[in-house]
């Protein structure tokens, strides 16, 4: 039995994209967390140690950051192609791109939101980095590994969306964008995200 820990529009929306890609049984419990606008307030009945989502229980196993999320709940559903196996030359480019979503991406967009980037070089350096990752890699497209999209495109497309503000003019990434917000699980799970759908109809 899978149990997602999820808060509407926070860092696990993701995750219930991912579970609607995915095809996966995942029973979505809905919890608060403390807001960075100081509303909210940590939920008891997530076992998060922290408070925080995502969280995913596996029976009596508990996954917490996102990134371990999304690698095991892929694992768990080699049959949705979302993924590599461990022999595929392709499985490398994949684990990098997640762990540079959570390591470099997420922490080079906060540096831009909090205007780090216009006093500190260094953050700049790391931010500018970043997107001419993305713009070469989207530039290939239509995904970031080329033709099929993968969990990857979930955890970084989310990221891009979220901080599409804070990203540069770009018809590249727009157009990446309007792409994932075209899929059918994506926009399942933008109206599950909430906890709006009426899950019995489903
Ligand atoms: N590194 C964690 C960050 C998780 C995180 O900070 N989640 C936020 C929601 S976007 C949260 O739960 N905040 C509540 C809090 O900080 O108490 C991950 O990637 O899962």
Request: net charge negative; charged share 20%; with cysteine.
């Amino acid at each position: 039995m899978l149990t997602l820990f999820h808060a509407p529009q926070s860092r696990s929306s993701r995750l219930v994209w991912l579970v609607e890609e995915l095809g996966a049984d995942c029973r979505i419990e809905y919890c608060t967390i403390r807001r960075i606008d100081g509303t909210g307030a940590a939920d008891p009945r997530n076992p998060h140690p922290d408070g925080k989502v995502p969280a995913l229980l596996h029976g009596d196993a508990l996954i917490t950051e996102c990134a371990a999320v999304a690698l095991y709940l892929n694992g768990l559903h080699p049959q949705a192609g979302l993924g590599f196996d461990a022999a595929s030359p392709q499985r490398g480019p994949l684990l990098t791109w997640i762990c540079w979503a959570a390591g470099e991406l997420e922490p080079a967009v906060f540096a831009r939101m909090t205007g780090e980037t216009q006093t500190n070089p260094y953050w700049q350096a790391r931010y500018d980095a970043c997107v001419s990752r993305l713009l070469e890699a989207l530039w290939n497209g239509p995904y970031l590994m080329g033709d099929g999209f993968t969990v990857a495109d979930v955890m970084i497309g989310s990221t891009l969306a979220w901080s599409r503000a804070h990203l540069p003019e770009s018809p590249t990434i727009d157009a990446y964008l309007a792409r994932l917000a075209e899929r059918p699980a994506y926009r399942r799970a933008m109206m599950r995200d909430g906890g709006e759908v009426i899950e019995q109809a489903a």
